[in-house]
């Protein structure tokens, strides 16, 4: 099969504010110049006034929990997961799921975000929405086993089952991480095998650690350990490991986050909404540790849109230790694009704009009124100026899924009808 080409003409590149074109031959960034030649190029895009970015990646999401985007809001973490969230998810099922999967999807691409790494139920009807909306995901099975032996193992198929069937799938845009929800519902019989587990399958984990006050005093109090001297204690940490949220943290955690090179998914918006707690991700970022960023579901957001995140990132580090220099908007841009790569073990294929790497690009329009005038630095506009609508183009693995605010892959009408068709239908089981 003939190559196929996409010339993205004239953009500003958000991290150095340069003028430049860039080839995109099949699914890799060719070229990056001042001027390049349209001959023979497939497809010429005039991105002249447009912000060229990565896209970006999203550590920490539930993406079918789209579908209960305000059922319960103003809960704690605790009363909203056992009283709201966990009683609906009872009744979820391969269909709804992939449909929820859609309607994530569709808001991914609308607000640039060309990769995420989810953890959750029915991951396979998952990953066929994935692989249908075209962007590049991490998938992982939500393993809680509540140290019943039985349902340990049940966990264990589900997780392998989903590795075996779905790794390398969609052109290997699709990967797959082992996923132990928590030290809360996750045994430690569980933990320790995950941990073999993932070095047999040479994987990831995706966990929830620390994220309140009553998790730590819980484990406290059964283990007399934090949750990551636990972690640690059950050899569970590693450089593979990417913990969301991360809110309560002794120095000694911090010490052994450092030690492992764990990295964290930081999620603000989560974390502030459920009455969490902050994280102290400036004190994390100046101990060298990989922060990334994350959403969480769009039960606890209420939205997937990372440019959102960015902004209550920097600015509740800010307000937190009452330093406005903290988190500038850069490394804001950073930890949403090159740190979330790095978090999922992808940072030699995306996560920055070089030649080599997988065209995972997006064009902002700069064109719009918050956007004007543009700042002398381009990653303000994006970080404290921006908002998902205004991407104008996202292109995933050197396909465009997004071009001038039209999805390409997805029919965005359809997904909302049958969207608001399955929630009713699960409210109505509830
Ligand atoms: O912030 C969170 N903390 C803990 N659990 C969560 C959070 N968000 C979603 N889930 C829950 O994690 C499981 C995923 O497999 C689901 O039960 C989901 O509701
Ligand atoms: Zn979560």
Redesign the pocket.
């Known amino acids: 099969m003939a190559e196929s080409t996409i010339l993205i003409k004239d953009a500003k590149l958000v991290f150095t504010g340069e003028t430049k074109s860039v080839l995109i031959k099949d699914e890799i960034i060719a070229e990056i110049d001042d001027v390049i030649s349209e001959e023979n190029v497939d497809k010429v895009i005039d991105a002249k006034g447009m912000i060229l970015s990565p896209g970006f990646v999203n550590t920490h999401t539930?993406l079918s929990?789209s579908l209960f985007r305000g059922l319960a809001d103003d809960y704690d973490?605790d009363s909203w997961?056992n009283d709201y969230?966990?009683p609906i998810?009872a009744n979820l099922n391969e269909n709804y799921c992939y449909i929820g999967a859609l309607l994530a999807a569709v808001e991914l691409i609308k607000s640039g975000t060309t990769t995420f790494s989810d953890?959750?139920?029915y991951m396979e009807d998952v990953a066929r929405a994935i692989d249908e909306a075209g962007i590049r995901g991490v998938l992982s099975y939500?393993m809680i086993d509540f140290a019943d032996a039985e349902k340990r193992e049940n966990e264990f198929r589900e997780n392998i089952s989903l590795y075996e069937n779905c790794n390398g799938m969609s052109d290997g845009k699709i990967k797959v991480f082992f996923?132990p929800?928590?030290p809360y519902t996750a045994s430690k019989e569980l933990l320790e095998r995950v941990r073999q587990e993932a070095n047999k399958y040479n994987t990831g984990i995706h966990i929830?650690v620390g994220?309140t006050q009553k998790e730590v005093d819980d484990l406290v109090e059964s283990t007399g350990m934090r949750p990551f001297e636990y972690l640690e204690s059950l050899g569970l940490l590693g450089p593979d490991v990417v913990a969301a949220?991360a809110v309560w943290l002794s120095d000694n955690e911090i010490d052994i986050i450092k030690k492992y090179d764990v990295k964290i998914s930081h999620n603000p918006c989560?974390n502030m909404k459920l009455a969490s707690g902050i994280s102290p991700v400036a004190k994390l970022l100046e101990n060298g540790i990989c922060v990334s960023l994350g959403t969480?579901?769009a039960s606890?957001n209420n939205n997937l849109d990372l440019l959102e995140e960015m902004k209550f990132a920097s600015l509740l580090q800010k307000v937190d230790t009452l330093n406005p220099l903290v988190l500038p908007a850069c490394e804001v841009l950073k930890m949403a694009t090159i740190n979330g790569a790095k978090a999922l073990g992808l940072e030699d294929e995306i996560g920055s704009i070089e030649v080599g790497k997988k065209a995972d690009l997006i064009l902002l329009d700069t064109n719009s009124v918050n956007m004007t005038p543009d700042s002398s630095d381009l990653c303000s506009n994006v970080v404290y100026s921006a908002n998902g609508s205004n991407v104008d183009t996202t292109i995933c693995n050197g396909k465009i899924l997004m071009e001038n605010k039209k999805l390409t892959t997805l029919d965005e009408e359809e997904i909302y009808k049958k969207a608001r068709i399955a929630i009713k239908e699960l409210k109505e089981m509830n």
């Open positions: 539930h929990m973490l997961l969230i966990w998810e953890m959750y139920f939500g996923g929800h928590s929830h994220e949220h989560s969480d579901g606890s």
